[in-house]
Structures are given as C-alpha cells and as structure tokens.
C-alpha cells in the first residue's frame, strides 16, 4: 500500500517562495510517477507538477512554469515543490499523488494520494 505523506505547507506574502515535501513510502517502486496537485475552496483539484523516478523527467501547466520547481530525492522517496514568486490564487491545498506511468495531467490518472498540504499566499 503506497503512502504519501505531505509537509511545509504554511502561510507567506505575495512574491514569497515555500517548499513542500512529499514522502512516499510502501511498494513506491511500482509507482515511477509522482504528481503535485492543488485544490482552492469550490474549485476543481488542478494539476500543477510532475516527474518520473527514473529519469526526472519534469511537467508543469503553463500557469505555474517558471514558477514552481518540482524534483525529486530517490535515496530518500522524497518530491519536493519549489514554489516562488507566489500569488494570491495560489492559495489551496497541495496535494501529492503517484501513478505507475506519466497519463496527462487529470487527476484523475493519479491513483494514490496524501492528505494535502495548506498554503496559503497573503496579499
């Protein structure tokens, strides 16, 4: 059973950067890809980064290029999130998924998830 453990989700200032962390842990092995989504109150849960194990292989939606920074520790089954020049409407909960291959960037296609981390971005 694969687990996923989110932290460093917080409150900072518009322009700001965060980190967050993902930890998995339980046959990750059969799971190459990791996902970071985002869900706003009322909102759908969005995509927003992506990257294979085996070669970091990277994804982003055009929204948060340049932005965010998605990687990846395979010593220690960790993702991270690299967050910068945030905004206001970046404000949600951050979660963390993995599936077994790369299907797009419905979350749908993710089939194990964490409890999500709150960031929240101040004006």
């Known amino acids: 059973q694969v687990r996923l453990v989110e932290s460093g989700g917080g409150l900072v200032q518009a322009g700001g950067s965060l980190s967050l962390s993902c930890l998995a842990s339980g046959g990750i092995f059969s799971r190459n890809v990791m996902g970071w989504f985002r869900q706003a109150p009322g909102k759908e849960r969005d995509f927003v980064a992506a990257i294979k194990w085996s070669d970091g292989t990277t994804y982003y939606p055009d929204s948060v290029k340049g932005r965010f920074t998605i990687s990846r520790d395979n010593d220690k089954n960790t993702v991270f999130l690299q967050m910068s020049s945030l905004k206001p409407e970046d404000t949600a909960v951050y979660y963390c998924?993995?599936?077994?291959?790369?299907?797009?960037?419905?979350?749908?296609?993710?089939?194990?998830w964490g409890q999500g981390t709150q960031v929240t971005v101040s004006s």
């Open positions: 998924a993995s599936n077994s291959v790369y299907k797009g960037m419905k979350a749908s296609a993710y089939d194990y």
